[in-house]
Nanobody
Framework: QVQLVESGGGSVQAGDSLRLSCVAS????????MGWFRQAPGKEREFVAG????????VYVDSVKGRFTISRGNAKNTVYLQMNSLKPEDTAGYLC???????????????????WGQGTQVTVSS
């Protein structure tokens, strides 16, 4: 069984920064891409950013380009989401996900990921 555990969420003011972390543990995944999604109440789950196994391929949703940065730790089992210049519309539960198939491809659809964390809440007030 694979576990993904997110941390780093919180309540901040508009313009502030947060750094989310996601650690994979449990059954060893051979190689996998990872993604961050977010979901606000009453809304569909939205892709935010993804990164390939090597870290050489990253994809962002347009609304966060230039503000958010996804990266992997040296141990590869950790992924970070650095969020700068936060806006109230960034308020949501943020979830990380992992997929083993085609680990150098970044998939933006939730159905493409087999493993999910429980999420960490980010609340941005104006």
């Amino acid at each position: 069984q694979v576990q993904l555990v997110e941390s780093g969420g919180g309540s901040v003011q508009a313009g502030d920064s947060l750094r989310l972390s996601c650690v994979a543990s449990g059954r060893t995944l051979r190689s996998y891409s990872m993604g961050w999604f977010r979901q606000a109440p009453g809304k569909e789950r939205e892709f935010v950013a993804g990164i390939s196994w090597s870290g050489g391929n990253t994809v962002y949703v347009d609304s966060v380009k230039g503000r958010f940065t996804i990266s992997r730790g040296n141990a590869k089992n950790t992924v970070y989401l650095q969020m700068n210049s936060l806006k109230p519309e960034d308020t949501a539960g943020y979830l990380c996900a992992a997929r083993e198939k085609y680990p150098e491809a970044v998939v933006t659809l939730p159905d493409g990921y087999a493993y999910w964390g429980q999420g960490t809440q980010v609340t941005v007030s104006s």
